[in-house]
C-alpha cells in the first residue's frame, strides 16, 4: 500500500493527516498555537510557530500510523492567507513577523491605492474590483511606508505555506493560488507578476517568490536533514497545496466549475469555482489549485465565522469551560445544548458577526460585532443561538453575492459540521441542501489528493471515487419562509448602522488621541 500526507498551517494551529491511496484516513495530528494581536486589528505570526507545527505534526501521524517511511510516496502542504507573507533576509530568515490575513492595519496604504491606481485597471490585471487592507498588497505597502530598516533588509515575501516546503526542501516558490490571493500584483490573465502594478507601487519585483508553480507541481524533495526529522525518507518529493480554502474544495471533490463549497473555521471562505472571473460583485478572485490556469476560484465570507463563537464560549462560557475540564461535556456541545430549543430568530434576537471588521462581500473595517433586541427573557442559550444564526446569515450573503444558481446542494466543511443542529440551521436558513465531509479533514484531504496527482500515483477518477461527502441535509421548508424575514432584517440593520460604525471608530480614536495626549502632560 502507499500512502499520502496533507498538511495545513491554520490561522490557530497546523493539522497533518495521513492516507492510503484509496482514501481512508490512517492518522492524523493538529499542533495549536495563538495569533499574535499586538494592537487592535492588528494580526502577525513569527513563521517559526508554523513550522513547528508543520514539523510536529508530521512527525506525529508518521508515527501513530505506523508506515515504514518508504511507503509514503509524498505530501501535499497548504496553508492559511499569509497576507503579506513572511518577510525574508537573503539568507532566508525573517525579518519581522508575517501579517496574516485578518490584520486591519494598512488603512492609509488602501486610500492611497485608491487615490493613486485605477481601479479599473487593478480589476482588469487581478480580476479583483475591491481595494482593502485584506489583501497582502497593502499590508506590504504598510511595512514599506512605517517600517523603512525592515524593508531595507527583506529579500523575499514568502506565504507561510511555502516558507515551511522552504524549511523542509531548501526549495523556492509560490503556487499561483497565494500569488492571487496576494492581491493587486498579479496578472490573472497572464499568470504572472504584473510589472505595471509592482511599479505603480513601487515594489521590487525581485520580493516576488519564483516560480509561480502549479498545486500539483512536485516544487521539491525533503532533505536528508527533515527527514531524519520527521521519520519520512530522503526525497520525498512535496507539492505547495497553495491557500488552505482553495486545498479545502479539492478535497471535496471539486475538479469543475459550478459547485459552491463554504470552509468555516475560524473565518468563513465560502467559494464557487467557474471559468472566468465573477467581476463586479465584491469578491476574492483568484486562480484554482487544480487546473491553475483554467479554473477560478471566487470567494466571501465572514472574517470572524468560527471565531465569533470561540469568543462567545471564551467569553460567556466559563462554567461550560470549567464543567469540559473536569470531564464533562465539550464547551461548545453543551452551550449547543442549551440552544436546542430556541426557535427561529433566537425570540427577537438578530447579531452582526462583524468583530474584526468584514471582507467580502460587506468590505468594511469599520463594521462592528452587534447584539440586536436583547430583553430580559433572553438566557444564555439565545445568545449563541443567535450568535449560529449570524455564521448562517452571513454564508447566504456570500451566496448571493456570486449572483448565480449553485445548484442542488452546498457544502459545507469545518468545525461547525461538528453539530448537527448548526449544520440544519445552515440549511434552512440558506434554503440549500447541504452536505458535508465524512472526515473533517477538508483542506489536508485536497493536500492529499494535489500530491497524490502531483506524483502521478492518483488521478482524477481515482479520487473522485472517494466517499468524502455524506446525505444532503434538506431546508426546512416552513423555517426557510421565517428564516427570510429575519435575514431581511440582518441585512436591514447594517445598512441603519453603517454610519453610526464610522462614527465610533473616529470617537474612538480621538478618545484614544486625547487620553494619550493627557497622560504625556501629566
Request: glycine share 10%.
Amino acid at each position: 500500500m502507499k500512502y499520502l500526507i496533507g498538511t495545513d498551517i491554520g490561522t490557530s494551529g497546523t493539522k497533518s493527516i495521513l492516507m492510503d491511496t484509496n482514501g481512508k484516513l490512517i492518522a492524523q495530528d493538529l499542533e495549536e498555537y495563538d495569533v499574535l494581536t499586538p494592537k487592535p486589528l492588528w494580526a502577525e505570526q513569527w513563521p517559526d510557530v508554523w513550522v513547528k507545527g508543520v514539523k510536529d505534526s508530521i512527525r506525529a501521524v508518521v508515527k501513530k500510523s505506523g508506515v515504514a517511511p518508504e511507503d509514503i510516496k509524498g505530501m501535499g502542504i497548504s496553508g492559511l492567507y499569509g497576507g503579506s507573507g513572511v518577510p525574508v533576509d537573503k539568507d532566508m530568515k525573517p525579518v519581522r513577523p508575517d501579517l496574516i490575513w485578518m490584520d486591519r492595519r494598512a488603512q492609509e496604504e488602501t486610500e492611497w491605492v485608491k487615490a493613486n491606481i485605477s481601479t479599473e485597471k487593478l480589476t482588469e490585471i487581478t480580476g479583483d474590483d475591491v481595494v482593502d487592507p485584506y489583501y497582502g498588497y497593502t499590508k506590504i505597502l504598510w511595512i514599506k511606508n512605517h517600517e523603512p530598516e525592515n524593508w531595507r533588509k527583506i529579500h523575499m515575501f514568502l506565504p507561510p505555506s511555502n516558507y515551511a516546503i522552504y524549511q523542509l526542501t531548501g526549495a523556492v516558490c509560490i503556487d499561483h493560488t497565494a500569488a492571487g490571493n496576494l492581491g493587486g500584483l498579479y496578472d490573472i490573465n497572464t499568470h504572472t507578476w504584473s510589472k505595471e502594478l509592482l511599479n505603480a507601487m513601487d515594489i521590487p519585483e525581485s520580493m516576488m517568490p519564483e516560480p509561480i508553480v502549479d498545486s500539483t507541481t512536485i516544487v521539491g524533495h525533503i532533505t536528508d536533514e527533515a527527514a531524519a526529522d520527521l521519520g519520512v525518507k530522503a526525497g520525498t518529493p512535496v507539492v505547495s497545496g497553495g491557500v488552505d480554502v482553495g486545498a479545502a474544495n479539492v478535497g471535496m471533490g471539486v475538479f469543475e466549475p459550478g459547485r459552491y463549497v463554504a470552509a468555516i473555521g475560524s473565518s468563513m471562505n465560502a467559494a464557487l469555482v467557474s471559468k472566468t472571473p465573477i467581476k463586479g460583485k465584491g469578491l476574492i478572485v483568484w486562480p484554482y489549485p487544480y487546473k491553475s490556469k483554467d479554473l477560478v476560484y471566487n470567494f466571501s465570507g465572514s472574517a470572524t465565522a468560527g471565531a465569533i463563537t470561540k469568543w462567545f464560549r471564551d467569553t460567556m462560557g466559563e462554567k461550560e469551560v470549567a464543567a469540559q475540564k473536569a470531564g464533562g461535556d465539550n464547551a461548545y456541545v453543551a452551550l449547543g445544548k442549551e440552544a436546542h430549543d430556541i426557535p427561529v430568530g433566537s425570540e427577537g434576537l438578530v447579531v452582526l458577526p462583524y468583530f474584526m471588521g468584514e471582507r467580502a462581500p460587506v468590505w468594511n473595517s469599520d463594521a462592528k460585532g452587534t447584539i440586536f433586541g436583547l430583553s430580559l427573557v433572553h438566557t444564555k442559550g439565545h445568545l449563541f443561538h443567535a450568535f449560529q444564526e449570524a455564521v448562517c446569515y452571513a454564508l447566504r450573503h456570500s451566496m448571493e453575492a456570486t449572483g448565480r444558481d449553485l445548484g442542488d446542494y452546498v457544502v459545507i466543511a469545518g468545525g461547525v459540521t461538528n453539530s448537527p443542529d448548526w449544520v440544519q440551521m445552515f440549511a434552512d436558513v440558506t434554503g440549500y441542501a447541504v452536505r458535508t465531509p465524512i472526515d473533517n479533514a477538508e483542506a489536508n484531504l485536497g493536500d492529499v489528493m494535489l500530491a497524490g496527482l502531483g506524483t502521478g500515483i492518483l488521478n482524477v477518477e481515482d479520487v473522485q471515487k472517494w466517499q468524502v461527502l455524506g446525505d444532503k441535509i434538506e431546508p426546512d421548508p416552513k423555517k426557510h419562509e421565517a428564516y427570510n424575514k429575519f435575514y431581511k432584517l440582518y441585512r436591514q440593520l447594517y445598512g441603519d448602522l453603517e454610519g453610526d460604525m464610522h462614527t465610533l471608530t473616529q470617537i474612538t480614536k480621538e478618545s484614544e488621541k486625547l487620553l494619550a495626549k493627557d497622560t504625556q502632560n501629566v
